[in-house]
């Protein structure tokens, strides 16, 4: 993402509406009040090892309407999701859901990483985002443990239809 | 005590282990686990970052479950925790939001009524068996075995679904105690340990879990011990792969809490559970009921 700022900003890419938009959505109610203080990215775990990722940085190109630059960049997905920003806020911004609101809004855009999107396609084969090897259930009893509960895939198929949960499994192999 | 018990996907796909130690402990401290016919997967971070009603109505469905079982839920793993508990906390402060996940649900004959309670295991070990109860069973204390406690991220993060926030964290130190070993604090204790970040950076996340290992190194520990499966492959098997990418070894065993209350309470690991640590656990085995 300092590529992406480095390069001059033209108003023309400013959505100003951007962040009403985000402050609508559970999550990230609480947008505005970042006054930039940098907490966030001094305790984030990530922001240490990364050249990239900068909490603080997403929350004000957010506010600034930089949609497309938010929602394109490969940065967003560098959050771990260990809340450590969120608990620390000063202001109270729930800067990780920020985060996840501005990801459902990219992935609405087929932004999704392919591990992601292996989860989906797993959920949708087994109920879980992690397929359980055929040989571990066949193992587990001469360990000692009992068969795994039965899942529901009739109705579990039913509620992934109603939900935009499938589109991410589609877009697989595009 | 009874739980709707929910194994989630990560512990019997990699840590059968864990699953069977917390099946031999729950029946000695009178928990009882019934199985969850028809429940799916938590919903974690992962799925969360694609669609916030495809999250909620993939955790509501299990909580769903446990209502009708009667239940509480007893969730093993720290993303099932986390997931679980936001989406009932969510659902039980937000009727708007209940009411669309409510319409999502009833297509299925479910309905989210808000009466379930989500508890991980330490956490049920501590408000429900109680730390007398859990130090009574010790039989076989680890005294002098020095832990760097890994409490995982979603054990207590983030505060607002976290009402007794730190608690999560003494409550594991104590805990740890109970079991005649020494939990010493260490700077990186509450960090992530990089496990998130698999498949999607894993250099950044290789960087993190050094961090962590080298702050628990630098605290003078025989053993890490964790409740979240994500963070033990992390550290366990991460070290292994730390020591071809930096040429940093640690050799520190990593143990599931459930592991080591189970050899606390005079119940030996079988063959397979000792292989099933990358980095071999034998120091803590000799140290087993040694006193």
């Known amino acids: 993402m300092t590529e992406a700022v480095q390069r001059p900003i033209k108003s023309s890419e400013i959505d100003s509406k951007f962040k009403y938009e985000i ?54 997905w560098l959050c771990a999701s260990c809340f450590t920003c969120t608990d620390r806020c000063p202001q109270d911004v729930e800067v990780a859901s920020v985060i996840r609101v501005l990801r459902n809004l990219a992935a609405e855009r087929g932004h999704v990483p ?8 797993s959920i949708l084969e087994s109920g879980y985002a992690y397929k359980i090897p055929e040989l571990r259930l066949k193992k587990r009893e001469t360990l000692g443990l009992p068969p795994l509960p039965k899942g529901n895939p009739e109705s579990l198929g039913k509620t992934l239809r109603t939900v935009h949960f499938l589109k991410h499994v589609e877009k697989k192999g595009e | 005590m009874k739980y709707a018990f929910f194994l989630g996907c990560l512990i019997p796909a990699r840590e059968p282990q864990y699953e069977n130690s917390v099946r031999k402990i729950a029946p000695e401290l009178d928990m009882e686990l019934v199985e969850m016919e028809g429940a799916n997967c938590c919903a974690p971070f992962s799925i969360q970052s694609l669609d916030y009603m495809s999250w909620l109505a993939l955790a509501a469905r299990n909580l769903c479950m446990a209502e009708q079982m009667n239940l509480n839920i007893l969730a093993l793993c720290n993303d099932c ?125 290789l960087h993190v879990a ?32 730390i020591k071809r990418h930096f040429k940093t070894e640690y050799d520190l065993p990593v143990l599931n809490f459930a592991d080591l209350l189970r050899m606390a309470m005079g119940m030996k690991l079988e063959n397979w559970e000792i292989k099933a640590h990358r980095i071999p656990i034998t120091k803590i085995l000799n140290m087993a009921g040694a006193k």
């Not at chain 1, 990364?50 to 490969?74: A, C, E």
């Not at chain 2, 499966?229 to 991460?238: A, I, K």
């Open chain 2, 81 to 205: 925790y986390e997931s679980l508990l936001a989406t009932n906390t969510i659902l039980k402060e937000n009727h708007e939001v209940r009411d669309k996940v409510n319409d999502i649900l009833a297509d299925v004959g479910l309905e989210f009524k808000g009466k379930t309670d989500v508890k991980i295991f330490s956490d049920a070990l501590y408000e429900d068996v109680g730390i007398k109860r859990v130090k009574d069973a010790v039989k076989k204390p680890f005294n002098g075995l020095r832990v760097a406690v890994q409490p995982g991220c979603h054990l207590t993060k983030p505060k607002r679904i976290h009402f007794k926030q730190q608690m999560g964290v003494t409550a594991l130190d104590e805990l740890v105690q109970a079991t005649g070993a020494i939990s010493v604090p260490y700077e990186r204790k509450e960090a992530c340990c990089g496990g998130p970040l698999r498949g999607i950076n894993d250099e950044v996340a």
């Open chain 1, 114 to 121: 392919q591990v992601f999107k292996e989860q989906c396609s």
């Open chain 1, 23 to 76: 402050s609508k959505m559970h999550g990230g109610e609480k947008l505005m009040r970042c006054f930039q203080c940098g907490t966030c990215t001094s305790d984030c775990p990530i922001a240490r090892f990364s050249d990239t990722y900068r909490p603080r940085q997403i929350i004000r190109m957010t506010q600034l309407g930089l949609k497309d630059r938010v929602l394109n960049s490969d940065t967003l």
């Open chain 2, 210 to 241: 050094k961090q962590k290992l080298d702050s628990i190194r630098a605290a003078g520990v025989d053993s890490i011990v964790t409740v979240c499966p994500f963070c033990f492959l992390e550290l366990d098997m991460g070290q292994l792969e």
